[in-house]
């Protein structure tokens, strides 16, 4: 089946745009992740939905960034008046309703701001 | 705060050879250890997971060894082979009905030379 899809792949801004960055799911997956990677570091997570529940947002650097999830189904992260520290992959991921189903990962936004 | 730290951050093997990996963790109260395996470009793939309750679990040339006294935890990659080349990043996390958010370790890029 569909993998997770993200799109754009790549998105170049210029510093003080704004930004979305789109997330669509595996079908079924009731939890939605985003993580940022920075060139050579490890995976930051941003925000997590479950369900109806509402979204943990505790790893937002700042209140420059946003999240929602429609309908259970896709998800849109938006960077408001993007920064060149926010230059990133930034990750999505989904994962099934049962407690050990594994993340599954899209390919990423390349996020450049110049 | 790290909460998960990866050791080496970059490994070169010779083909055939043994390729080990290492993780530490803070949290006493993860309860599930997985690693993801990442090619350029692509986002990261579920590769094999433990769970607390057992001591070593072994995937064909993959093996998690895990130490619960010394909150730590390793993947050996058996007879590797160039394919095997990619970034690994090792993740903990405490199941629960909520979902399954995972904590990064900074990643460990391996080559294997022919």
């Known amino acids: 089946g569909a993998g997770v899809s993200q799109s754009p792949s790549n998105k170049v801004t210029e510093k003080g745009k704004d930004v979305e960055l789109r997330c669509d799911p595996i079908?079924?997956?009731?939890?939605l992740y985003w993580y940022r990677q920075s060139l050579g570091q490890g995976l930051e997570f941003l925000i997590y939905?479950?369900?109806?529940?509402?979204?943990?947002k505790s790893g937002l650097p700042s209140d420059r960034f946003s999240a929602e999830r429609t309908g259970g189904s896709v998800s849109t992260l938006t960077i408001q008046r993007t920064q060149q520290e926010d230059s990133a992959v930034y990750l999505c991921?989904?994962?099934?309703?049962?407690?050990?189903?594994?993340?599954?990962f899209g390919n990423g936004t390349r996020l450049t701001v110049t | 705060q790290q909460q998960v730290k990866q050791s080496p951050q970059s490994l070169i093997v010779q083909k055939g050879g043994i390729s080990i990996i290492n993780c530490a963790y803070e949290?006493?109260?993860?309860?599930?250890f997985p690693w993801y395996q990442q090619f350029p470009g692509k986002g990261p793939a579920l590769l094999i997971a433990?769970?607390?309750?057992?001591s070593e679990k072994k995937e064909g040339r993959f093996t998690i060894s895990f130490n619960k006294s010394a909150k730590q935890f390793s993947l050996h990659i058996m007879d590797s082979q160039p394919g095997d080349s990619a970034t690994y990043f090792c993740?903990?996390?405490?199941?629960?009905?909520?979902?399954?958010?995972?904590?990064f370790g900074g990643g460990t890029r391996l080559m294997v030379k022919p």
């Open positions: 991921a989904s994962s099934g309703p049962d407690r050990v189903s594994p993340l599954h």
């Open positions: 079908s079924g997956h009731t939890a």
């Open positions: 939905f479950q369900g109806n529940s509402a979204p943990d």
């Open positions: 949290n006493t109260a993860f309860d599930y």
């Open positions: 433990i769970r607390p309750d057992v």
């Open positions: 993740a903990a996390s405490r199941l629960s009905n909520a979902g399954n958010m995972l904590t």
